[in-house]
């Protein structure tokens, strides 16, 4: 008898196999016709696995082809199709088999093929994630400390993520789903308590996943198996306060619901009554979420009663209550004041002859609907998490998946590739750590380095996927290892914002890329801002003045910020002059630009500026703070450029007016010809916490609101962004609404005109 890595299974912590590890076994060459293969397909793949397995034992010491069987008989006992049960026996041979897919396509078809595949390589996908979950516990165990619980919950949601991702067949789920439950079983029949990693993973992952899918005879075995080996003592506790045995306990709620839906009939009310004893796990969560002792805990039992309309609701209610004595304290009625969440359902505690108390639920068949796959699922407030267990959020991207799922797995037919659409949207890598990646699908080794960490992105040059060298343009599929090769120095290319290029296909990626070069464009412009400025200096003789006080005097918070608008020729040298020397006498030009001139004409030249007391005169819109009506303005008569129109807070403005009175001059904004509507430029600025699909989401806002975007600066510090976009409005007034749905964005801090 030979002991083998667990892999085939991925039932246990083992590693993936190759043909390095598993002698390659001949196989005889038939093909089995389509109708043979379709009566059974079952012996034919145990007939084909059993020479390749047998005498096999997996890591956790159950045999490979009794695994196989009972994994086979589990399908079977939930409905799967004999495609399914069949391809168990298949997922066990890939590890024996030198070209599996070519194989097995051969013998049985490649719809049998592409399963038994991705079976084995999400099985291998797993088996490292779970590694990687456990050396983190090991280490933290060594150190004396506590695996923070945030990092759990992440891990355990990726893997979640991840299963469903990479299992677009939902078969694949089924299998490993099955394959879980009967690894619980065996060592539970074999009183061997397994690695916690897996029964962790168990009650985590796999019981959460069978409760979506609605396969409660799998959700509740596994929580119950997996807390039987997390938490040996308080599972012994918990039995010992049943007062009846499992199957004493389903004996005596099968005689109740008969019971009922007999009273039901014998009332003409049309009913579908079912019952389930609550397990421990249920009992335990209960226990610890309503801080209740065993005795409070009236619903060890539990009835679900089903009818056609609310009226027939309540009366069922009704009769309930003649048959049983209630417990009114513990009566809720969902239906007159439904949950948040919109659940709706009457929910009463009952005590039957012998004092046994049991909970009764009573819904419509539309609440039920929506209860089990609607916006108030079971299990959006079941998995609220319990004591000593990461939480499940029911608000995640892909819960709208899963309630097709749910639907698909109802119908029970061929799935094969029937929810490929669902999941094209994102896929799921793995670092040489074994730590789950989330990428968008299309994604290259650049948008990977730059999800692992910005600096790792901007030095990326350079790219193993599953051990091999491949181009950075290499589209990722979901499974692989992804190892970045990287320079100790050095920043992205430019090439890489060319979308004819490839190199990058989140815009995450090339937001980040975006804000290197505009960071790199900041630092030119403050150096050429620092030369020109300290030129000035050296030409007024002020050269001991310090640089942050002239900053400061100037309106800006220091000398670096000075710089960079200087650089950028957003602020003339010219004012710097002005601070630096007393004002010179104004050439005639602007003298008779200042007379005013009581009952003067008013016109509204082109621009939309009405100049009060002087008639065609020049205007400009001040770049520092761009003005747009209906904002308060004020005009500044420059040399020989007209007079430039500024907000009245503006800083600069604030400055001229301290430093020249006598050039201001009053202007107001005038009216638009018929049929034309002038548009001026504002700046937006926008702080919020960097995250995937930020910048498409402020798009879509400035989109919605017919918002022309024609400018946009971008800077990531720390995890930060830090966004200006340049937009056209005709009244600022509208602004302010703009701003507010901004504020709503996922992520966004503040939002505000710069």
């Given at each position: 008898m030979k002991t083998t890595p667990q892999t085939p299974s991925a039932t246990s912590g083992g590693t993936s196999t190759s043909?390095?590890?598993?002698?390659?076994?001949?196989?005889?060459?038939?093909?089995?016709?389509?109708?043979?293969?379709?009566?059974?397909?079952?012996?034919?793949?145990?007939?084909?696995?059993?020479?390749?397995?047998?005498?096999?034992?997996?890591?956790?010491?159950?045999?490979?082809?009794?695994?196989?069987?009972?994994?086979?008989?589990?399908?079977?006992?939930?409905?799967?199709?004999?495609?399914?049960?069949?391809?168990?026996?298949?997922?066990?041979?890939?590890?024996?088999?030198?070209?599996?897919?070519?194989?097995?396509?051969?013998?049985?078809?490649?719809?049998?093929?592409?399963?038994?595949v991705e079976v084995t390589q999400?099985?291998?996908?797993?088996?490292?994630?779970?590694?990687?979950?456990?050396?983190?516990?090991?280490?933290?165990?060594?150190?004396?400390?506590?695996?923070?619980?945030?990092?759990?919950?992440?891990?355990?949601?990726?893997?979640?993520?991840?299963?469903?991702?990479?299992?677009?067949?939902?078969?694949?789920?089924?299998?490993?789903?099955?394959?879980?439950?009967?690894?619980?079983?065996?060592?539970?029949?074999?009183?061997?308590?397994?690695?916690?990693?897996?029964?962790?993973?168990?009650?985590?992952?796999?019981?959460?996943?069978?409760?979506?899918?609605?396969?409660?005879?799998?959700?509740?075995?596994?929580?119950?198996?997996?807390?039987?080996?997390?938490?040996?003592?308080?599972?012994?506790?918990?039995?010992?306060?049943?007062?009846?045995?499992?199957?004493?306990?389903?004996?005596?709620?099968?005689?109740?619901v008969s019971e009922l839906r007999q009273a039901l009939s014998a009332a003409g009310i049309r009913a579908q009554v079912t019952g389930r004893p609550k397990?421990?796990?249920?009992?335990?969560?209960?226990?610890?979420?309503?801080?209740?002792?065993?005795?409070?805990?009236?619903?060890?039992?539990?009835?679900?009663?089903?009818?056609?309309?609310?009226?027939?609701?309540?009366?069922?209610?009704?009769?309930?209550?003649?048959?049983?004595?209630?417990?009114?304290?513990?009566?809720?009625?969902?239906?007159?004041?439904?949950?948040?969440?919109?659940?709706?359902?009457?929910?009463?505690?009952?005590?039957?002859?012998?004092?046994?108390?049991?909970?009764?639920?009573?819904?419509?068949?539309?609440?039920?609907?929506?209860?089990?796959?609607?916006?108030?699922?079971?299990?959006?407030?079941?998995?609220?998490?319990?004591?000593?267990?990461?939480?499940?959020?029911?608000?995640?991207?892909?819960?709208?998946?899963?309630?097709?799922?749910?639907?698909?797995?109802?119908?029970?037919?061929?799935?094969?590739?029937?929810?490929?659409?669902?999941?094209?949207d994102r896929i799921y890598v793995l670092t040489p750590n074994a730590a789950v990646i989330e990428l968008p699908r299309g994604a290259t080794p650049v948008d990977f380095a730059y999800a692992v960490h910005t600096n790792v992105g901007h030095r990326c040059r350079g790219?193993?996927?599953?051990?091999?060298?491949?181009?950075?343009?290499?589209?990722?599929?979901?499974?692989?290892?992804?190892e970045v090769v990287t320079v100790k120095e050095g920043g992205p290319s430019r090439d890489w914002l060319n979308p004819q290029s490839g190199y990058l296909a989140s815009s995450r990626s090339r937001n980040k890329v975006r804000a290197w070069f505009n960071a790199l464009a900041a630092e030119e412009n403050i150096a050429r801002g620092r030369e020109q400025v300290e030129k000035l200096l050296q030409r007024e003789g002020k050269t001991a003045l310090k640089l942050d006080d002239l900053a400061q005097q100037l309106g800006f918070d220091n000398a670096q910020a000075l710089f960079e608008v200087v650089g950028k020729d957003e602020f003339s040298l010219r004012t710097i002059e002005a601070q630096l020397r007393p004002a010179e006498p104004e050439p005639q030009f602007d003298e008779r630009l200042l007379a005013r001139t009581p009952g003067a004409s008013a016109k509204a030249p082109k621009g939309g500026v009405l100049v009060v007391g002087v008639d065609s005169l020049l205007t400009q819109m001040a770049r520092c703070c761009r003005p747009a009506p209906p904002d308060d303005i004020g005009g500044f008569v420059t040399k020989g450029r007209g007079v430039s129109i500024h907000r009245k807070d503006c800083s600069d403005f604030l400055h001229l007016r301290r430093t020249n009175p006598d050039r201001l001059i009053e202007v107001a904004w005038g009216g638009q010809k018929p049929g034309e509507q002038a548009l001026y430029p504002v700046d937006v600025r926008i702080e919020a916490q960097d995250r995937q699909g930020l910048l498409r989401d402020i798009s879509d806002i400035f989109a919605r609101e017919k918002m022309n975007v024609i400018g946009v600066n971008t800077h990531s510090p720390k995890g930060l962004a830090l966004m200006t976009f340049t937009i056209q409005i005709s009244d600022a007034k509208r602004l302010n609404k703009v701003l507010g749905f901004l504020t709503e964005i996922r992520g966004v801090k503040t939002a505000r005109r710069h």
């Open positions: 043909s390095d590890v598993f002698p390659i076994m001949a196989v005889a060459d038939e093909q089995f016709s389509a109708g043979d293969l379709e009566v059974n397909a079952v012996q034919k793949a145990r007939q084909f696995a059993e020479p390749l397995l047998s005498g096999e034992v997996l890591m956790s010491g159950e045999g490979v082809l009794e695994h196989a069987d009972a994994v086979a008989e589990i399908l079977a006992s939930i409905g799967g199709s004999t495609a399914m049960q069949a391809a168990t026996y298949l997922v066990y041979a890939c590890g024996h088999l030198q070209r599996p897919r070519d194989v097995i396509a051969k013998r049985f078809g490649d719809n049998y093929a592409s399963l038994a999400l099985i291998h996908l797993q088996a490292q994630a779970r590694e990687k979950s456990q050396a983190a516990s090991d280490a933290a165990l060594a150190a004396g400390q506590e695996l923070p619980a945030a990092i759990v919950a992440n891990q355990t949601e990726n893997v979640r993520k991840m299963l469903l991702a990479f299992s677009r067949d939902l078969r694949v789920v089924m299998l490993r789903l099955a394959s879980r439950l009967q690894t619980l079983r065996y060592f539970a029949a074999s009183k061997v308590s397994p690695n916690l990693s897996i029964a962790n993973e168990a009650l985590q992952v796999f019981a959460p996943l069978a409760n979506r899918l609605g396969i409660w005879q799998i959700k509740w075995e596994i929580e119950d198996l997996a807390f039987r080996f997390l938490e040996p003592e308080t599972y012994r506790q918990t039995a010992k306060l049943l007062d009846e045995k499992r199957v004493e306990r389903e004996a005596q709620m099968a005689q109740t397990h421990i796990f249920s009992i335990v969560k209960k226990m610890r979420g309503k801080n209740l002792g065993f005795d409070r805990v009236f619903d060890v039992r539990a009835l679900r009663i089903i009818v056609a309309d609310i009226d027939a609701c309540y009366a069922a209610l009704a009769l309930v209550h003649q048959r049983y004595t209630p417990m009114l304290d513990e009566f809720a009625d969902y239906i007159a004041k439904p949950k948040p969440n919109g659940y709706q359902s009457l929910h009463t505690i009952v005590t039957d002859g012998a004092g046994r108390s049991m909970e009764i639920q009573i819904r419509s068949e539309a609440m039920h609907a929506d209860a089990e796959t609607g916006v108030a699922a079971h299990w959006a407030y079941k998995e609220a998490g319990s004591k000593g267990y990461a939480g499940v959020s029911a608000r995640s991207t892909y819960d709208s998946k899963i309630a097709v799922l749910r639907q698909l797995l109802a119908w029970e037919r061929d799935l094969s590739g029937a929810t490929k659409e669902l999941f094209d790219a193993h996927v599953d051990g091999v060298m491949v181009p950075l343009t290499t589209p990722l599929q979901n499974g692989q290892t992804v």
